[in-house]
T-cell receptor, first 114, second 113 residues
Framework: AQSVSQHNHHVILSEAASLELGCNYS??????LFWYVQYPGQHLQLLLK??????LVKGIKGFEAEFIKSKFSFNLRKPSVQWSDTAEYFC????????????FGKGTTLSVSS | NAGVMQNPRHLVRRRGQEARLRCSPM?????VYWYRQLPEEGLKFMVY????????ESGMPKERFSAEFPKEGPSILRIQQVVRGDSAAYFC???????????FGQGTRLTVV
């Protein structure tokens, strides 16, 4: 069964600081990888996804993530955060085989101070 | 194309009552996921359903919880004889059959008093 580990539980940054949130997964096959964001009081929205091809994927709002297969990692990055990026960020993995569920990490809360 | 619709948004039940949470997937989506979200615990996978079929229920508690996704109508997550520990936000997500992202509903916040 697949699992996802997010290293940071709570990250606090000042505006314009750079962001990197760690995500490692465990799965014995080909995976699809996702980052979702949940703004306060709202539902989850997709930030970006990786299925195949270029391991550096770009998402909405200036976010990007890099898939490193050898490290089973899919870290999320943003060069310069804004106050409006304050939210909870979830990494998720889904095995490529039919019938595998979408599994989430425990999430990382990002607080950005202006 | 309406998004994933969950209702009710808020549900209050007394201990021992039944809770029924509904999820209408996006049009054309035949797969539904249910998750429970508790503070500090993230999104815990509960069950993965296809129309008229449970694909993976490894995250469902063995007792009191059940889920269905009939041929017609919404997916239902049913919790019998609720206890205080069932209080949480329950999110539903839907996706098409092909590997792609899942789209989330607004969630149902269940409070057991």
């Amino acid at each position: 069964a697949q699992s996802v580990s997010q290293h940071n539980h709570h990250v606090i940054l000042s505006e314009a600081a750079s962001l990197e949130l760690g995500c490692n997964y465990s799965y014995g096959g080909t995976v699809n990888l996702f980052w979702y964001v949940q703004y306060p009081g709202q539902h989850l929205q997709l930030l970006l996804k990786y299925f195949s091809g270029d391991p550096l994927v770009k998402g909405i709002k200036g976010f990007e993530a890099e898939f490193i297969k050898s490290k089973f990692s899919f870290n999320l990055r943003k060069p310069s955060v804004q106050w409006s990026d304050t939210a909870e960020y979830f990494c998720a993995v889904k095995g490529n085989q039919a019938g595998t569920a979408l599994i989430f990490g425990k999430g990382t809360t990002l607080s950005v101070s202006s | 194309n309406a998004g994933v619709m969950q209702n009710p948004r808020h549900l209050v039940r007394r201990r021992g009552q039944e809770a029924r949470l509904r999820c209408s997937p996006m049009k054309g989506h035949s797969h539904v996921y249910w998750y429970r979200q508790l503070p500090e615990e993230g999104l815990k996978f509960m069950v993965y359903l296809q129309k008229e079929n449970i694909i993976d229920e490894s995250g469902m508690p063995k007792e009191r919880f059940s889920a269905e996704f009939p041929k017609e109508g919404p997916s239902i997550l049913r919790i019998q004889q609720v206890v205080r520990g069932d209080s949480a936000a329950y999110f539903c997500a839907s996706s098409p059959p092909d590997p792609t992202e899942a789209f989330f509903g607004q969630g149902t916040r269940l409070t057991v008093v």
